[in-house]
Every structure is written in structure tokens, then in C-alpha cells.
């Protein structure tokens, strides 16, 4: 494990959670890293990306206006803050990075990160 993704947890309908991708060491300032969820019986979905370098950013339509994905170079973490919290959102959010990144978005992945598990219920 070369990232390591934490911040899951229950949340009601309408609440906020915030997601944190933490690492690689090097070269964090030149990559892209991109936040991707799978839910029981469903493919995986690419949810949001950002380039470290250019701070490019993407959001998938389905959590467009209520997710932001930032970074904090100093700390070599990316955040994903959910708002507006739907049932649907509930999956197992995980991140990869990786160094060749097109639209913010890197489209090989040398970095992994083990899986957080967000649950979006009443």
C-alpha cells in the first residue's frame, strides 16, 4: 500500500464527510490522483481527479456540485469533501495515483491505496 486513504464512516442523508489520500512520498508534486468508489453489484466509478501539478480537476457527473477534491502539497494529501450525502454515495471510496495524467486525471496508476468505507443511511 502506497497511499493510504481514510475518513469513511456512517453519515445521514444530507451530511458531509471528508476523504484524505495521504502520500506517495515522491514525486507527489507531479502527479495526478484520482478518487474511485464501488458499491456491492455495481462497477467501479471514477469520482473526481486532480493533477498536483496544475491542479486540473474532475467530477463525475453524479457528484458534481457536491464533492470538491483539494490539495495540500505540504502535507502530500488530496481531500475529497462529500456534502450532500445521498444513499447512492454509499460504497467503498478507494484512491490511486499515478504520473502520466490526462485532464487531471491519471491514466495509469502507480500508487494504490487500500479502500474507506463510506455509508450514506438513516
Known amino acids: 500500500v502506497q497511499l493510504q486513504a481514510s475518513g469513511g464512516g456512517l453519515v445521514q442523508p444530507g451530511g458531509s464527510l471528508r476523504l484524505s489520500c495521504t502520500g506517495p512520498?515522491?514525486?507527489?508534486?507531479?502527479?495526478?490522483i484520482g478518487w474511485f468508489r464501488q458499491a456491492p453489484g455495481k462497477e467501479r466509478e471514477r469520482v473526481s481527479c486532480?493533477?498536483?501539478?496544475?491542479?486540473?480537476?474532475y467530477y463525475a457527473p453524479s457528484v458534481k456540485g457536491r464533492f470538491t477534491i483539494s490539495v495540500d502539497n505540504a502535507k502530500k494529501t488530496v481531500y475529497l469533501q462529500m456534502n450532500n450525502l445521498k444513499p447512492e454515495d454509499t460504497a467503498v471510496y478507494h484512491c490511486?495515483?499515478?504520473?502520466?495524467?490526462?485532464?487531471?486525471?491519471?491514466?495509469?496508476?502507480?500508487?494504490r491505496g487500500q479502500g474507506t468505507l463510506v455509508t450514506v443511511s438513516s
Open positions: 490511486a495515483a499515478g504520473t502520466v495524467v490526462v485532464g487531471g486525471c491519471p491514466v495509469t496508476y502507480n500508487y
Open positions: 512520498g515522491s514525486p507527489f508534486d507531479h502527479i495526478g
Open positions: 486532480l493533477s498536483t501539478s496544475s491542479s486540473t480537476t
